[in-house]
């Protein structure tokens, strides 16, 4: 790990074009390709997963959405899901919910949510981000106009995110409660906390991993700067494991997966440049980890089945989600 | 067969009766926020993992969009979904502070317009819901018990479909005919199929299908529709079932059996059974494919958006052969 304004690990612009072109795979699923590094994920593989299951136990990796979340306006206008009640309990027992033609009101609750759709534990869809103009597979960035994305689109992935999951508990592994802000999480960092947990990571898999931000601001009760502002998170030059392991997904407990600040003043998010329109690699962010570490500290298992189906809201650039592991 | 319902079937009398049946109040101790998705431990579970024998994964979430099924009929609209940020901007210059091209997004929803499971805050039966609960608890603030975000890991289990409109040799049963006890089980039984504690159990009338099919809704929100009979309530309490789902919008037939009152099977199953319904599934692809392969029961898991004190959730239900 290192810090991200350690001089040796900053770059400008040029290294993001090297990597741009050294992590392109357009067309390694064909040019009408929509799923990225979803297609690793085989039949056998999800069978194996399924083979995960020995204890029966489900944990839910779905932060709860309220007016508590993390969003505060510093990136992109998102604020926290604003829940209105179309009918309630109290309107119920006062007989306001008569039926036309019925002796007997009805009694029932319902209710609405707006919300961003990245605005807690989500997925970003392949058509989220741009790298000069263009999104994953090569599509054009001007597909995704004011009607949603007419390519990449999340509704796309309805029967994706599925396969086998590991979690790389990075701040356990490192022996604090969370790592701080700025902290910059090597490639080797990633393999030796897989090796110290004794779990490989495999092609297909969804790896999430844990730095303890999001626990660190639940406990402190207060988010700061958790949506936007300096983070945790992988170094840019973990880009090149991104692509090499081939893995399907990549998942953090902080806002944007990548260290904020990041490693160079010439762009925002430049790991995000080449992961996702590049690669073509699914990112979940926001993910609550703090149950599901527990018991892999506990148990020592740190593989599990992972079903975390996106919401198909039709041409989305993202969905909320509540990931389940089950071990 | 499925029979044509009945409106004079019944009287609030016999509502009370069945409620009191099938309460399960307390049976899982006064704290209970859950339901019968208490039957799925930890057993079953694993016997669920064990199902998923070709690695086929499946999706029973209809598309959320303006095209989808609500009317404004009880408030409730389609997806209003808008762009936040887009590719266009993008690619006319306007994201360079900060200096990310991106897009993205936002939506307005009713948790239950479209392919969702019902929290057992949504149905109060005299007052009451689910365990006992004061229905006043749920107000313009949300459910203070029973909200949706108490199952946000509950919902994994093993699921059984049961192709009706298919056992019954149409491609939808007609609104109003009511499926009974004894087409459930037939259902089952010529599918070689066994329902056990615990299960999921997805229904299927073939009703959105056929709305799809002629590319109008007309009164699939709250209209007539086919779907089970009353007395299947006392079914799903013997069975120990942890949830129920159909491809139509509330599951139970319209027009209901009894013209006093809403939606009678709704007023027992969730407030005193504690039953978890899913509604508005899209079952064509898993209709097809369990035809295709003979196999109708798989993994299920439909996590919910734990959505704080909702009486609702929009989902995407992912079914694992």
Redesign the interface.
């Known amino acids: 790990m290192h810090r991200y304004d350690d001089k040796e690990y900053q770059f400008d612009m040029d290294l993001i074009l090297e990597k741009t072109e050294r992590n392109k795979q357009w067309g390694k699923w064909g040019p009408d390709d929509e799923w990225g590094t979803q297609n690793h994920v ?6 194996n ?3 995960l ?8 990796l ?5 007016d ?1 979340g993390p969003q505060n306006g510093l ?4 604020w926290n ?1 604003i ?1 209105t ?6 309107d ?2 006062q007989g306001k919910q008569t ?1 036309p ?4 009101a ?13 605005c807690g534990t989500q997925w970003d869809a392949l ?7 263009k ?1 994953w597979n090569g599509y ?10 007419e390519k990449n689109a999340i ?1 796309k992935m ?3 995110m ?1 396969g086998r999951g590991v979690l790389l508990d990075i701040a356990r592994w490192a022996g604090v409660e969370s790592l701080d802000d700025g902290t910059a999480i090597d490639a080797d960092d990633l393999d030796a906390c897989a090796k110290a947990q004794g779990v490989e990571v495999r092609r297909g898999d969804t790896v999430i991993y844990r730095t303890g931000h999001m626990e660190r601001c639940l406990k402190a009760g207060e988010w700061g700067g958790y949506a936007g502002g300096e983070a945790p998170g992988v170094s840019f030059h973990t880009c090149d494991w991104m692509k090499d392991m081939e893995i399907a997904a990549i998942c953090a407990d902080t806002w944007g997966c990548e260290v904020i600040p990041n490693e160079t003043d ?4 430049p790991w ?2 080449i992961v996702i329109p590049m690669i073509g690699i699914t990112m979940g962010e926001i993910f609550y980890l703090k149950d599901l570490a527990n018991d892999c500290a506990d148990d020592g298992v740190y593989e599990f ?1 992972f ?12 969905s ?5 592991a ?1 071990k | 067969m499925p029979h044509h319902y009945n409106e004079s079937n019944l009287v609030m009398a016999d509502l009370e009766v069945m409620a009191e049946k099938c309460s399960n109040w307390g049976r899982w101790g006064p704290d209970d926020q859950i339901g019968t998705l208490n039957f799925i431990g930890p057993e079953e579970l694993k016997n669920a993992a064990s199902l998923v024998k070709q690695g086929k994964s499946i999706s029973l979430g209809l598309d959320f969009n303006q095209d989808g099924p609500q009317t404004g009929k009880f408030r409730r609209f389609n997806p209003v979904h808008t762009m936040l940020a887009t590719g266009t901007d993008a690619s006319a210059g306007k994201h360079t502070h900060p200096n990310i091209q991106y897009a993205d997004d936002m939506v307005t929803m009713p948790l239950q317009c479209g392919t969702q499971w019902d929290a057992l805050s949504h149905i109060f039966n005299n007052g009451k819901m689910w365990n006992g609960y004061e229905a006043s608890q749920v107000d313009s603030n949300g459910a203070k018990k029973n909200g949706i975000e108490n199952i946000k890991s509950k919902t994994v289990g093993r699921g059984v479909l049961l192709d009706v409109a298919r056992y019954c040799g149409v491609d939808s049963l007609d609104d109003g005919m009511a499926i009974s006890i004894s087409d459930l089980n037939e259902t089952a039984s010529s599918q070689g199929v066994d329902i056990r504690r615990g299960d999921i159990v997805i229904v299927r009338t073939g009703h959105m299908e056929r709305c799809l099919s002629k590319g109008n809704w007309d009164g699939y929100s709250g209209g007539d529709s086919p779907g089970v009979a009353f007395e299947t309530a006392q079914w799903a309490f013997d069975n120990e079932i942890s949830a129920v789902c159909t491809d139509t919008w509330g599951c139970e037939v319209r027009p209901n059996e009894i013209s006093e009152a809403f939606q009678p099977w709704h007023w027992v199953v969730i407030p005193k059974m504690g039953l978890t319904l899913g509604e508005i599934f899209y079952l064509k692809d898993i209709g097809d494919d369990c035809a295709a392969d003979g196999v109708y029961e798989f993994l299920f898991c439909a996590p919910p958006l734990p959505i704080t004190g909702a009486v609702g959730s929009p989902i995407n239900p992912i079914v694992l052969k």
């Open positions: 085989t039949s056998e593989d999800r069978i997963a399924a083979k299951v020995k204890k029966g136990q489900v944990f839910a779905g932060l709860n959405f309220d508590d990136f992109g206008g998102r899901p829940h009640m179309l009918a309630t309990g109290t119920a027992v039926v033609g019925k002796k007997y009805s009694q029932y609750a319902d209710d609405s949510v707006s919300l961003p759709l990245q058509g989220h981000v741009f790298n000069q103009d999104m054009d960035a001007t597909l995704v106009g004011s009607n949603g994305a509704h309805r029967d994706k599925v010439d762009v925002f998010q995000h440049w089945m079903v975390a189906p996106p919401l198909p809201v039709t041409r989305g650039v993202g909320p989600i509540n990931p389940q089950i």
